[in-house]
Every structure is written in structure tokens, then in C-alpha cells.
């Protein structure tokens, strides 16, 4: 063994005999001979005249189909979540205007009760004031006579 020293194996570990195993592939049970079928119809040979003219003649690729699109709403969903956020938001805004139109005009009534209400009060007060109760003192004021800024009966 002159083996370098950074290869050399530790003492102990000496490889053995290698043992080579070869799969065995399976066959089935009823084995039917393998029998080469033609396509239906044979391709045609295609020619193309290159520009500098040589020819290349070989088979047509047909191309691959691509899978069937799924198959997609007429209108997008979120076309449509837009449309009915849309409808919420101008049904929210018609709430709004008939709210603001209610407070305006309860704002309007209270007021007028409040007005109807003064001049009903006042008209009471002037009803006290000016009606003759009988139980009033009445001055009558014949002369008047007045000396220096006084005021004298």
C-alpha cells in the first residue's frame, strides 16, 4: 500500500468485495408481440426555397393546439362589485339628502311654534297690561306746573 498519506485509510476500515447487482425487469404475465402500426395518413413532405437558394425539404410540425379557454363571465366580477358599491354609495347619499331635509325642516317648525308661542305670551301679557280690572289707581293730573327742572302737581 503506498498510498499518500492524506489518502490513507484508518486501520480497520479495509474495503471489501464489491458485489454487483443487475435489475431483472418485470414482465407481465401475458406478454402480446409488439406490431408496428402506420399513422393514418402520411404527412406531407414540405420544400422550402431558402433566399440564397438552396431547398430544404423535411415533414410539416403541425403546431401544438393550445387548451380550451375556460370559459369567462360576460362582465367581470369586479366590474360588478364596483357597479354595486356604486349602488350603495348613492343610496347612502339619497339618505343623506332626505336626512338633512328632515332636520331643516323640523329646524323650520320649532322655530315657528317658538314665534307662535312669543306672540300668543305676549299677547297675554298686553291682555294684563292694558284691560281695565276695575282695581288700577287713576291719577288725573289737572295743573302741572314746572320750576326749575321739578315737576310739581
Known sequence: MNEPTAYRR????????????????????????????????????ASVVLPDGRVVTGYAIEPTKPEPVAHKPAVSRAAVNIALGGVGFLAVCGGLLMLTTFITALTALVTQLVILAAVIFGGWIAVQLFAGSGGGMTVNIRKAVIKRNHFHT
Do not use: D, K
Open 10 to 45: 484508518p486501520a480497520g476500515h479495509e474495503t471489501a468485495a464489491v458485489e454487483v447487482h443487475t435489475p431483472t425487469p418485470l414482465t407481465p404475465a401475458h406478454t402480446a408481440p409488439l406490431v408496428p402500426v402506420q399513422p393514418g395518413t402520411i404527412p406531407a413532405v
